[in-house]
C-alpha cells in the first residue's frame, strides 16, 4: 500500500521548502495543502504571535470512521541552520543533502510519513479513529511552539511523537532541563590608567566557572556551561560577563541540586572579590534560571507504550523503549497530560550538514504507524 515514490516526492518537496524556526509559514501551507484533500478540518492557533515567528502551529482534525477515544500525532515544522536552500539527494536508497546544509529529515521526514499514513487509510478506506495531527513551530529554539499550542484544541489524552532515529523503539524517558543565565557585573576602569579602580568581570567569572563540576554528574544528570560572552579591549579592565549553561536530569531533585551548586559557585566567587574590593557591592551576579521543560516518565505498561508495542508485533518486529537525553515537544505534552511516546523515522546526525534519512526506514516508520492507527480504529489499546 506505501507508495514510495509519492513518499519520497512529498519528503523532498518539504526539505526544499525552507522552514528555519519563526519562518515556517511556507511549508506550513504545503502541508495545509495535502490535509485539506485528505479531509482533515485544520486549525492555525496564536502561537506565531507569542514565538514572534510567521506561522502558528497547526492542528489537523481528522474524525476517522470508529467511534473510539482520540490519538494525538504529532511533528515539528522547523528546522535548524544551516537550513536554507537545501537541495536534497536521494542515493542508494539514502537521502542527503549536497554538503552544505542540513537535510531537514529533522523532522520532515516525520511529516512525510505521518501524510503518507494517512494517504493510504483515505485512499483505502481503512477504518480509523478519531485523529489530533499537530504540527508545531520553534521545536529548535527551546519547544516554543508547544509551549504556545492552544491545548484547548486536543483532547486525546495520549499519542506519538515522531522525533527520533530508532525505528525500533519508543521513548518512553527523557529528563527536565534548567537554562541558566548568569551576568557578572564588576567595574570599568581603564587598565593601564587606574587599575585600582576596576573590578574584573572576567576573573569573576572564571573563578566561579573553574570550580564547577560539568558533564556527566550522575547516570541521570548532566550539566554545561556553553556560552561565555564579555569584555571589550585588553586596555579595559571588563564589567560585564554573559554566561549560559544548562543542567539536565531523569531526577528532579538532583536537577534543583545542581542547578543551585552552580549559582552558589557565582555568588561565592563574587562575594570573595567583593570582600577582597572592600566589601563594595560589585561584583554581583544576575542569576536566571528557566525551567526549560519537565522530565517524561512513561511507564512500560502505560497504553501508549503497549500500542506501539503490539503494532511492532504484529509486524514481527522487536520494539524497546528507549532513554533520551534530549528535550523534544513530547515533554511539553508530557506535562500538559497527553502521554507522547516519540517514535523514530530512520533520521541520523540530525543537527549537521552530515543529516540523513534512509528511504526503507522511512517506509518502516509508515508501516509501523499504519499498524497502530490500525490497532487505535479498533479501540485496542494492546
Ligand atoms: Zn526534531
Redesign the pocket.
Known amino acids: 500500500m506505501i507508495n514510495r515514490e509519492r513518499l519520497t516526492n512529498t519528503f523532498m518537496d518539504l526539505v526544499k521548502i525552507d522552514s528555519v524556526s519563526k519562518e515556517e509559514a511556507q511549508v506550513s501551507e504545503m502541508i495545509e495543502e495535502i490535509l485539506d484533500t485528505l479531509g482533515a478540518d485544520i486549525v492555525i492557533d496564536n502561537a506565531g504571535e507569542k514565538t514572534g515567528g510567521n506561522a502558528g502551529n497547526l492542528i489537523a482534525r481528522i474524525k476517522g470512521n470508529m467511534d473510539v477515544a482520540p490519538l494525538m500525532l504529532n511533528a515539528?515544522m522547523d528546522t535548524v541552520e544551516p537550513g536554507r536552500g537545501i537541495r536534497p539527494v536521494l542515493e542508494e536508497g539514502v537521502f542527503m543533502s549536497q554538503g552544505d546544509t542540513i537535510l531537514g529529515a529533522?523532522?520532515k521526514s516525520a511529516i512525510a510519513i505521518i501524510l503518507e499514513a494517512l494517504t493510504i487509510i483515505k485512499e483505502n478506506k481503512l477504518p480509523c479513529g478519531p485523529l489530533e495531527v499537530v504540527f508545531t513551530v520553534c521545536?529548535?529554539i527551546g519547544l516554543k511552539g508547544a509551549k504556545h499550542l492552544d491545548f484547548n484544541l486536543i483532547t486525546a489524552d495520549y499519542g506519538f511523537a515522531l522525533?527520533a532515529t530508532d525505528t525500533r523503539g519508543v521513548v518512553t524517558r527523557a529528563p527536565s532541563a534548567n537554562r541558566l543565565e548568569f551576568l557578572v557585573h564588576g567595574k570599568e576602569a581603564h587598565a593601564g590608567a587606574a587599575p585600582e579602580k576596576g573590578i574584573n568581570a572576567i576573573q569573576v567569572a572564571s573563578r566561579a566557572i573553574a570550580d564547577l563540576e560539568l558533564g556527566r554528574i550522575d547516570e541521570e544528570t548532566t550539566c554545561n556551561i556553553g556560552v561565555i560572552q564579555g569584555g571589550l579591549a585588553t586596555n579595559i579592565i571588563p564589567n560585564l560577563v554573559k554566561i549560559k549553561g544548562e543542567v539536565r536530569s531523569h531526577n528532579t531533585e538532583q536537577l534543583e541540586k545542581v542547578t543551585q551548586n552552580i549559582v552558589d559557585a557565582f555568588e561565592r566567587a563574587a562575594a570573595e572579590k567583593g570582600n577582597k574590593s572592600g566589601g563594595s557591592d560589585l561584583p554581583s551576579i544576575d542569576a536566571h534560571v528557566e525551567y526549560d521543560f519537565t522530565r517524561t516518565h512513561i511507564a512500560e505498561d502505560h497504553p501508549v507504550v503497549a500500542l506501539a508495542a503490539q503494532a511492532a508485533r504484529n509486524l514481527g518486529r522487536e520494539m524497546t523503549c528507549k532513554t533520551t537525553g534530549g528535550g523534544?515537544d513530547a515533554n511539553v505534552f508530557f506535562q500538559q497530560g497527553i502521554v507522547t511516546g516519540v517514535l523514530g523515522t530512520g533520521m541520523q546526525n540530525?543537527h549537521t550538514i552530515n543529516e540523513t534519512v534512509r528511504l526503507d526506514d522511512m517506509v518502516e516508520a509508515v508501516e509501523l504507524l499504519l499498524e497502530i492507527l490500525k490497532l487505535h480504529a479498533k479501540g485496542n489499546r494492546s
Open positions: 515539528h529533522d523532522d521545536e529548535e522525533d523534544a540530525m
